[in-house]
């Protein structure tokens, strides 16, 4: 998995509540377990008209927000179905982090484990945020994981928390997988030593 460690990019604004994961990622789209190519159906039937081709209105086709990296978002995000294919999608478009009041539980365990960084901020911090997002081309932020902090365009900034392990994993790059591997010399010794106490087991 990626480092998260200092991100700064443009940042889009998607001030709707309750964006469900069938939202970010169509049921059409979950016909694959592949993690790659999904990015094309990230809010599929918002970002396209019936016909196919793009809907102007929507914030991701706009020219300002095609290569956002931040995503600032409104209150409950991804709520609905547990598909881990909603932050697969995310992460497929090149966004690698979501602001938002709230997030669903599962959805905000699920980002943490493909390298998404999900951050909670008071309605107010996110109104500024969202200020700062609406400003097009001009929306930078840097979001600092180590320093736990947000900084805007203007040079305001926002403090976050993050539990202490999921921020040591993201800034390392450690998924559930890596995890264990960094254990391997236990487990490896683990398996010597049941070889030879139990060696019919």
Known sequence: ??????LTGVA????????????????????TIKRTGLG?????????NQDGTENPDFVLNKPAYRDAKILVAGDNFGCGSSREHAPWALADFGIRCVISTSFADIFYNNCFKNGILPITVSQK???QLMDDAERGSNAVVTVDLENQEISGPDGGSVKFEVDAFRRHCLLNGLDDISLTLEKSDSIAGYETKLATERPWA
């Open 1 to 6: 998995m990626e480092k998260f460690v200092k």
């Open 12 to 31: 889009a604004p998607l001030p709707v509540v309750n964006v469900d994961t069938d939202m970010i990622i169509p049921k059409d789209y979950l016909k």
């Open 40 to 48: 094309t159906g990230l809010f599929a039937e918002a970002r396209y």
């Open 125 to 127: 911090e996110l109104d």
